[in-house]
């Protein structure tokens, strides 16, 4: 992949999509099948997002433990003092909740405004597309293997 057209793509999908003042639901998604892909995503986003703390794995820095119910990550995430979360690979946390609480954790994501912004990095799967059909829209990102999700209430 190359790197510097994956850095200037995704900071003009986050200039339009993400960052800009007036923009209500600002929380948005990067998902591709390649996980090397999605590494090069999270550290891209890291260098535009020097404000933003990374989760990148449980337990590690500021990030919450694997074993959190879903109230406990989304309190964690709202009361986090930064300006901003890229949360790489969310499964970690969410792959002991049942489909329901996925549903309404990828719900709240969607409908939250005014609040600590994130950036999700996520490997793309059938299951996730059948859990946020409802709560994100995907977008394909001319030129890389990568899907760029924005709220459906975006729209």
Do not use: C
């Not at 994130?118 to 030129?143: C, H, M, R, W």
Request: charged fraction near 20%.
């Amino acid at each position: 992949m190359d790197l510097n057209f994956l850095k200037k793509t995704l900071k003009t999908t986050l200039d339009q999509s993400h960052l800009k003042a007036n923009i209500r639901y600002h929380n948005v998604g990067f998902s591709s099948k390649n996980l090397r892909d999605l590494d090069d995503i999270t550290q891209t986003l890291r260098s535009l997002l020097p404000s933003y703390t990374l989760w990148q794995q449980p337990g590690m820095l500021s990030a919450p433990q694997s074993v959190i119910s879903r109230k406990n990550f989304q309190d964690k995430i709202l009361t986090s003092q930064q300006e901003g979360i890229i949360i790489h690979q969310p499964e970690q946390w969410l792959s002991q909740w049942s489909l329901v609480e996925k549903q309404a954790f990828w719900s709240a994501v969607g409908m939250w405004h005014g609040s600590t912004k994130l950036v999700l990095t996520f490997a793309e799967s059938d299951e996730f597309q059948q859990i946020n059909n409802a709560y994100f829209k995907a977008q394909p990102l001319d030129g890389l293997a990568i899907n760029f999700w924005r709220p459906a209430r975006a729209d």
